[in-house]
C-alpha cells in the first residue's frame, strides 16, 4: 500500500507528486487545502519517499497503486491533484476510472510523449558512493558537479535520509529508474478520453506545456481550460504558491 499523510476531511483531494519528489513536497500546499475543506491525501507513488521499492514502475501500475489506495481508504469520489509525473499519473487515472474522479489538474505536462531529459540528473546521482558514508555536505559537494541549479539541487537533497547511524542513503529507488526511466516520458494511450472539468497549470517560463499542445490536450480532455502562471518554470507550486493555490482553489470549488 502507498504510504500517505492525510490532513482535514470532507472531500477528498489526492496530491501526486512529480518524478524524484515524495508527498513531502506538498506539505504547505495540502495544509491551505485542508484548511479549505477538503480531506487531503499526500501520497508517496512508489519507488518513491516511503513507499515500497518494486522492480515494476511505469504509469498503469502506478495507476493501479492509486486505485487499490482508494479502495483501501474507501474513497470513491476523489479530486487528484498531479504534478508531472504525478500528473501523467492522474491523467492515466481519469481515463481509466471516470467514474471515480470529480475535477482533474494537471501541473506543467501534457498528454503527449517527452523524450528523455533526466540523464544529467541521474549521473548526479549515480556519483554518490555512499559505501563511502559521505556526509550530507559531501552528498551535495558531488551533485553540485552535475547539477548547478540550487533549487534542484535543494529538491533532490530532500529524498537523503539516514538509514542508520553513519549511513545515509537516498529514499527513491535509484536502480529501477535507471532501468526504466524511459517510462517517465510515455504519452497517455491514444483515444483515452476524460470528460469531466480539468484544468491545466502551466509555467510561463517551462516547456513542457507548448501553445502546440492544446489541440492533443482537448483531444483528451474535451472539458479542460489551460492557466498559465507567469515567470516560473516546472516547480511552478513551489515558485508562485499563492497564485497556484488560488487558481486551484477556485477551479475545485
Known amino acids: 500500500m502507498l504510504y500517505s499523510k492525510i490532513e482535514g476531511t470532507s ?6 507528486h512529480g518524478f524524484l519528489g515524495m508527498s513531502d513536497n506538498w506539505k504547505t500546499m495540502g495544509m491551505q487545502f485542508a484548511a479549505n475543506g477538503f480531506q487531503v491525501h499526500l501520497l508517496d507513488l512508489r519507488n518513491h519517499g516511503k513507499s515500497f521499492h518494486s522492480d515494476e514502475f511505469n504509469y498503469e501500475i502506478m495507476v493501479q497503486d492509486v486505485f487499490d489506495y482508494c479502495q483501501a481508504n474507501n474513497l470513491e469520489k476523489v479530486n487528484i491533484l498531479g504534478h508531472s509525473m504525478g500528473g501523467k499519473t492522474a491523467m492515466l487515472f481519469a481515463t481509466t476510472h471516470p467514474e471515480m474522479l470529480e475535477k482533474l489538474i494537471v501541473a ?9 531529459h533526466h540523464q544529467t540528473i541521474l549521473e548526479g546521482l549515480n556519483a554518490v558512493d555512499f559505501s563511502l558514508k559521505p556526509s550530507r555536505s559531501e552528498v551535495e559537494e558531488i551533485i553540485s558537479k552535475y547539477i548547478t541549479d540550487f533549487g534542484t539541487r535543494q529538491f533532490l537533497l530532500k529524498n537523503l535520509y539516514w538509514q542508520e547511524p553513519g549511513q545515509l542513503a537516498f529514499r527513491f529507488n535509484l536502480a529501477v529508474f535507471n532501468k526504466k526511466i524511459d517510462e517517465i ?7 483515452t478520453i476524460f470528460s469531466k472539468p480539468t484544468l491545466f497549470i502551466r509555467g510561463g517560463n517551462s516547456n513542457y506545456i507548448l501553445d502546440d499542445d492544446f489541440e492533443t490536450i482537448k483531444n483528451h480532455f474535451p472539458n479542460s481550460s489551460t492557466e498559465t502562471i507567469p515567470n516560473v518554470g516546472h516547480w511552478l507550486h513551489a515558485e508562485n504558491p499563492q497564485l497556484f493555490y488560488e487558481l486551484t482553489s477556485s477551479f475545485l470549488k
Do not use: A, M, R
Open 11 to 16: 472531500k477528498p483531494l489526492l496530491i501526486l
Open 108 to 116: 506543467d505536462i501534457g498528454p503527449k510523449f517527452y523524450p528523455q
Open 185 to 191: 516520458g510515455q504519452p497517455l494511450p491514444e483515444n
